[in-house]
């Protein structure tokens, strides 16, 4: 719909009381949670049904009920190639966020 006017921003989260409520309170665990999430994003946004990604906290499976002369099981993708624009949110300069964006290609 906006024919590639969109950046992804994403974060592994700022509020203690959101850590609390999920049970994730380990700060390494949410970043590797954060990481992940994307990882499996940019992987179904660069191929096709059926697959299996299997993380150490995501897993998506389509194998079984991928119809693509009807569309059921096609993954949407963006229309930026190969991805939108990505940026992560920091509290500080020196956050591992900004470290791992910048590794990464990612801006802040």
Known sequence: MSEGRLILGVSSGG???DFEAFGITDSLVRREMAVESIDTV???WSREAPFEIKGKYWSV???EHVYPE???GKVLR????????IVASAMSPNSTSTKGAGA?????
């Open 15 to 17: 509020l203690a009381s």
């Open 42 to 44: 940019l992987k179904l």
């Open 61 to 63: 499976t389509l194998k």
């Open 70 to 72: 009807i569309g059921v």
């Open 78 to 85: 963006p229309y930026q190639l190969p991805h939108p624009p």
């Open 104 to 108: 990464r290609g990612w801006g802040v």
